[in-house]
């Protein structure tokens, strides 16, 4: 069961552009949600994260759009650059009773800025 | 600057063989997390704590052990390392607060079994 999902494995934007990732899930009980670029061999690095009581964070060129009806969110990237080349993993967290709490990752896409 | 390392970057080991992933994070922080990464699964968790002497099983845990000693270290250790094994494995941290949550992840670890 993918409660965390990216539907799109990859998407092209030329360099200036907007680029827009999306993500769906499937559980309502996650309380924030994170977006991580991924560049190879490397970590993924944090971006940006929203809390489940928002519908819209920005940092920078990066803005991310929540919707919770919908149970759908959105990374903004404005204008996009070749060095956003990259995977996005979006990723949900639930936080439990006990005070704990973990993370659920998609399963990744991949942008590419063309110049 | 804080920071999270693993060691070794690139390992490569024998079927049946113990192996041990180190993981060491400045930050911190007291929730620390395993993953693996696949194609075509993303990230998924293996093991995570969230303070010394506490450890909990993720959705892939079978295989793989942790122990967690001090704040700064999760040693990931896999019991008899199996071909399905073979992958990259990430260490992350996190920290969590009102209003923002935020994990920060090591280089990673490619894994062969041969």
């Known amino acids: 069961d993918q409660q965390v999902k990216q539907n799109s494995p990859s998407l092209s934007v030329q360099e200036g552009r907007i680029s827009i990732l999306n993500c769906d899930y499937t559980?309502?009980?996650?309380?924030?949600f994170l977006w991580y670029k991924k560049y190879p061999a490397e970590g993924p690095t944090f971006l940006i994260s929203i809390s489940s009581i928002k519908d819209k964070n920005e940092d920078g060129r990066f803005t991310v759009f929540l919707n919770k009806s919908a149970k759908h969110l959105s990374l903004h990237i404005v204008p996009s650059q070749p060095g956003d080349s990259a995977v996005y993993f979006c990723a949900a967290s639930r936080s439990f009773t006990s005070g704990t709490y973990k993370y659920i990752f998609g399963t990744g896409t991949r942008l590419k800025v063309l110049a | 600057d804080a920071e999270i390392t693993q060691s070794p970057r690139h390992k490569i080991t024998e079927t049946g063989r113990q192996v041990t992933l180190a993981c060491h994070q400045t930050?911190?922080?007291?929730?620390m997390f395993w993953y693996r990464q696949d194609l075509g699964h993303g990230l998924r968790l293996i093991h995570y704590?969230?303070?010394?002497?506490?450890?909990n099983k993720g959705e892939v845990s079978d295989g793989y052990s942790v122990s967690r000693s001090n704040t700064e270290d999760l040693p990931l250790t896999l019991e008899s390392a199996a071909s399905s094994q073979t992958s990259v494995y990430f260490c992350?941290?996190?920290?969590?607060?009102?209003?923002?949550?935020?994990?920060?992840f090591g280089p990673g670890t490619r894994l062969t079994v041969l």
């Open positions: 559980n309502s009980m996650f309380d924030y």
């Open positions: 704590s969230y303070g010394v002497q506490d450890t």
């Open positions: 930050w911190n922080h007291n929730n």
């Open positions: 992350a941290s996190s920290d969590r607060t009102e209003s923002t949550d935020t994990q920060y």
